[in-house]
């Protein structure tokens, strides 16, 4: 599985962004995810979909991001609205297919400013 995520970039705070990671390969993703590491600090989730739809947010994003998946596409996405400099990271795309094997994007950088 290959995941490359886009749409990174600079926005300042209040502002919008979205996020896609392109997936292809030979697989069945079960579970697919969005991460993001802020420099000094541990990779956290973001925000995760299953397959079924079901989705999971930080406490920190709910109500202002949302996770979405085009299953037909293979791309999912991260609309993330009213940004704060508290998120700014390096946003990344995970996937974990149904024999438990987990992919990582490369990883897009965001950055909110104040």
């Known amino acids: 599985v290959q995941l490359v995520e886009s749409g990174g970039g600079l926005v300042q705070a209040g502002g919008s962004l979205r996020l896609s990671c392109a997936a292809s390969g030979t697989f069945s993703i079960n579970i697919m995810g969005w991460y993001r590491q802020a420099p000094g600090k541990q990779r956290e989730l973001v925000a995760g979909i299953l397959s079924t739809g079901m989705t999971t947010y930080a406490d920190s994003v709910k109500g202002r991001f949302t996770i979405s998946m085009d299953n037909a596409l293979n791309l999912m996405y991260l609309q993330m609205n009213n940004l704060k400099p508290e998120d700014t990271a390096v946003y990344y795309c995970?996937?974990?297919?149904?024999?438990?094997?987990?992919?990582w994007g490369q990883g897009t950088q965001v950055t909110v400013s104040s």
């Open positions: 995970n996937a974990i297919t149904t024999r438990s094997q987990s992919y």
